[in-house]
């Protein structure tokens, strides 16, 4: 793990990105302390973020079931009557 500075840093960004991408981490430091660590983001799983989507609807849907419906009341009645208060 290397520490660069952050002008060196700023000066040299894209290939710094470049090491951080084929695996390496790098430590930006201001006047000698860390203050940034720059690491590679995981690639999302495509299957899993479907699986997550599937799940939130059936979720959603499920919550949509206890849902009571207003009746006869309209929602301009209901806006009027929590105007009165």
Do not use: C
């Not at 500075?5 to 302390?33: F, P, Q, W, Y």
């Amino acid at each position: 793990m290397d520490e660069i500075g952050i002008l060196d840093a700023r000066n040299n960004l894209s290939a710094l990105v470049e090491r951080v991408e084929k695996g390496d981490e790098v430590i930006i430091t201001r006047h000698g302390k860390p203050v940034v660590k720059m690491v590679a983001v995981e690639p999302a799983d495509e299957e899993e973020r479907r699986r997550r989507a599937r799940e939130a609807i059936k979720a959603i849907r499920e919550m949509r079931k206890e849902v009571k419906p207003l009746g006869d009341i309209t929602i301009k009645e209901l806006i009027e009557e929590g105007r009165r208060y």
